[in-house]
Each structure stands twice: as structure tokens, then as C-alpha cells.
């Protein structure tokens, strides 16, 4: 099929029966403009996924009916931004790039009270605020937000929509991009879709995978994983209002959405699109993976799954072009790397350095790390890691098996100590984690806990030992030196820079205690704001150590939109790598991943960076007296050369 020509007729005989009135000609020129130039690649996106529907011309004027609706829905200061980023595509690869995720409840009372934090993130240095989810969701347990009952209206305990669009305004005016989740893998089943499902409407029945009986979703079942073992078992939970089965991949109450039906494709654009419209910079795009169900399979990143983000992307492009894709696939490395592309998420977490920063503390060896990042850190230039060490979420330790065989690692078993050793079950182990979901048969978990307790200050408090307080805060420095330096968008999570410890006080509340996850989710109190400003404070520590190398970081090209190599240094202790700008700057990466000196012969240094500058400790390294340069415990050394 020659798709080009198909969609061009297409197109025609859709503008047959649309109209752009009420949009000024000016406007009218532009948005025909980007909608010729993109609706091949939506035709074909289209095609691919419904291509089996009679109905589908139906759909895709009824698509373009609601992209022109939401492009006059949009804001003339939105229209101004779009065209902005367009005009600087890589924005989001700069050395002023910062980000920061939190709870709105959890850092501040509400949308309002939120807005008054501005002044701490600026000075903190943040430019990218992501805000965990915040839509209407039901009462008590709620999977933390991610059973959204109303895309459209705000969780009445933190405001209004209103005030969000004020929010967003206002962290603009700041240079802040707000960041917010897109659920749409599933609704809450008490989302008004679900409940005309409940009531027997077979429409909105057919928004949902529901069953009957149990043969089909037996036969599912032999295929695909199940996501909380814990909680319950299987993937489909029967509901008593129309006795069917519904697939529910996470919990009971989040329905999963039936994408095989174009109408709830439409559905959701116009639920993207009015968050777009908000002010919204990025959406990070919850449990991706799993959108697509294919018999046999593990419905998991299937290839329908990549076409219909392209398609919520392309449509984008013609009614929102300012707004990224975050991909959120907490999968294999190979399948990770699948969704990063500037035509489906431009920007995607990056678990693999995570994980891997974390298998480095508790190993004291870095050869897992660079022997993975060194063929899986590269991506398409036109896209960016978002890097982090701790979110809202579990450790998943998801390091590609053929990758730790080549260093003669046995995968599971490696798996099955890091599992100890996070959850303080590792005779010697520092951290203070929780394990999470913690499978009956395959005895595999994951990990919980925030950033300081399982670096090991949770534990170092409890023994009153000033010396371990000190390495543990040495780890904190560490793990965020790698984050800001590597290449991408570092990541902060609410608490990291006040050194918070784990919150067990989710095991008193009856709808969160069987969620281990709660544990690195505090609440960031006003004493602990303040303590920031008392000299002496592990708060005042932590924050100002971190504020510092932000600031460095800021200061140099070569910390944003460089390439990065990752190299093998002579010693295993020490992670290294090296950032090369097109202005000519070079900057070296040292990492001591342990509590002892290491050595790092001169050379090695004097390969990569000639007469560098020690920016951390701003003098320039003198290779003259000595043929070794030493690492001290947990050390970090950022050496540029111009």
C-alpha cells in the first residue's frame, strides 16, 4: 500500500467535513500545516494498529475533529512555547537541566501551599518538576495515585484544576518544566467508563478486557507474569456488578483499558491533550509496556504497544508540539532502549544506571557497570536519560543476565544476594531497605526504601557512630556526583537532598501498610525544611553538598548536551567516564566505589584529559611528583580539560 497517497485522500476527504472556524487564519495556516505534515505518520501508526476496522475512516475523522478542538482549547502562551522548543529541539539536554520528583502532600499541604515551596526548589537549582499523580482517585487504597477515577479534576485533598494551571503558570515564570504522570494503561474502577461498564452499557464494556468465564483469561495466563503476587494471584479479577472477568494486571481496582478499541484511543488523546493544555511540559508514560495484549504472549512491549505511543505522540506534534514522552518501562535493558526514540518518548528513565549504582555499593566493584553501560548508555542524540538513584517506586535489579556471564556472575544468585543485602539480611550490610512483593515460589523481591537509609545513615544513627553518619553521607555525594555528571536529566526524589530516612508509618494505615513502598515516601516536614538552614544539620549537610555540585555542573557545557564513553580504568573499584562537547571541552569521571583508597595510574588520566582541572576541588591536577593518582574513600573526581 502506498501510504502516503491513501493518507493524502484520506486527509481530503476529512476536511470535507471538518472546519477550522473559530481558530484565527494565522492559526488556521499553522495547525493545517503541521496536520498535512503529520497525519501520514498518524494514517500509517492507524493503519497498522486498526487496520482490521471498517470503522476506522470513522475514527480518524473523529481524531482530527478533536485535535482541531484541542489546538483552539490551547493557550496563546502555550502556542508561544510550542513554538520555542521547536525552534531548540535539545532543550531538555542542557547543563541547567535538574529535576526533582515529589508528592504534592508529601512536600507541601496542597496545589497552594505547593506553590510557596518555588523559592526552596530554585535554590536548590531545580528546572523540572515532576509531580506524582494528583488526579480524583478513590478513597483509601488508590496503588499511591495510579487508580485514576478523573484525568480531569484533582484529588479534592490537594486542590483544584485551576489550581494546578496557576501552578504550572508559575513554576513557567520560575524556568520550571512540570512534569506530570499519564496513567493510561488503566482507569480506576470507579472512573465513569468503568462505572457504564458496571451498569451494563456494552459499550464501555468493550473500553475493558472482560470475560465471561475464565477460559480466555486461563489461556492469557499461561503467558504472562504476574506484577503484585503479594496483593493476589493471577491477572483478572472477578467483578460481582456483571459477573465477568476483568483484566486487572496490577490491582483489583485499576482496570485495564481495551486499546484494541479505537474509541478508548480517542479517548485518552483528548485526555492527554487537556493535560497538555494545562501547562504540562512532560508525561511520563505509566506502565507502557504493558498496553497491547497479544494471545501468547507476555503482553508485555509488544510491537502494537511502540506503534500506539508513536501514534499519542504524532498527535502531539500537531495539537500540543512543546510536550515529551517519559517512558517509564522497568524492563529488560534491551526492551528499555525500545521506546526511546524522538518519535515515541524522547526522554526515558534510566533503570539500568540505577540498579547498577546500587549493585556497585553493595559489590565494591564497578565491573557490572561498566561492562553494561559501555554497549547501553548510548541513545538516538535526539533523545535523553532521565537519571536517577531513588523514585516513588521498588529496586527491581534488572541488569541483563549475558551481561553479568560475561563476567562470570551468576544472574539469579547475584539477584537473590543484592536482595539480602538492601534488606539488611547480608552479614555486614549497611542499608536499612524493605523487601517488596516478595514472590511465595520463586522466592524473588524487590527492594524498598529511601536513598538514605539504604545507603546506610539510617543504620549509622541507630549505632551512634559518627564515622559511619560520615560514610553514609559520602555515599549520598557519591550516587548524585555519577547522576549529574553521566549525560541526561539527573533526577532528584523528594527527601534525597535532606538525607530523609525511611517513614514506617504507612504500617499503621490499613490501606497502605501491605505496600512496602510507602517506606520511601516521607513527608517532608517544615522542621526539616528549616534544618536546611542550620549549619551542622545533616539537612544543612546533605543540601549543601548537593547545591555545590549542581552549581558546578551548571556551569559547564560539557555536563549537557556532550557524549559520554564509558571506560575501563585498571582497577575495579573505580567507575570512570568521559564527556566530550563539541566546544572542545573534556570531562573525566573518577568514581571510588568503596571505604579504602584507590589508585589510579597518571597515565590512564593523562590519556583522556591533558592538564586537567579538578572541579571539585578547583585546583589543576599535578601529574609531576607522582606516576599514581589516589582516591580517597567514596571520593569523586570531575577533571576538565578545555
Known sequence: MNYQQESKQCLARIFEHVSLQGIAKTQQKLFKDRLERYFPELFSQMLQVYGQRYDLHYHLQALAELLIEQFKQRSPALKRKDKMRLDNPHWFKSEQMLGMACYVDLVAEDLADLQTRIPYFEKLGITYLHLMPLYKSPEGDNDGGYAVSDYRQVSPNLGTMQQLKKLATALDKAGMSLVLDFVFNHTADDHEWALAAKQGDETYQQYYYMFDDRTTPNQYEQSIRE??????????????????????TFNSFQWDLNYSNPSVFRGIVGEMLFLANIGCDVLRLDALAFIWKQMGTSCESQPKAHLLIQAFNTCLKIAAPSVLFKSEAIVHPDEVAQYIDKDECQLSYNPLLMA?????????KTRLLTQSLSHRFKISSDCSWVNYARCHDDIGWTFDDGDAGHLGINGYDHRQFLNRFYTGRFPGSFATGVPFQENPQTGDCRVCGSLASLVGLEQALQQNSPAAVDEAVKRIMLLHSVLLSIGGIPLLYQGDELAALNDYSYLNDEHKKHDARWVNRPKITQAMFEAVERAGTLENRVFTGLTQLVQIRKQ????????????????????AFKRQHENGQTLLVLVNFTEREQAINNQFIQDVAKRPLDLIEQQAMDFAHSQITVLKPYQFRWLLCE
Open 227 to 248: 506484577i503484585f503476587p503479594q496483593v493476589r494471584r493471577g491477572s483478572f479479577t472477578f467483578n460481582e456488578d456483571t459477573q465477568k472477568w476483568v483484566w486487572t
Open 356 to 364: 547498577l549504582l546500587w549493585n556497585s555499593l553493595a559489590t565494591r
Open 556 to 575: 559547564h557545557a560539557v555536563f549537557g548536551d556532550a557524549a559520554t564513553e564509558i571506560i575501563y580504568t585498571n582497577n575495579q573499584h573505580v567507575f
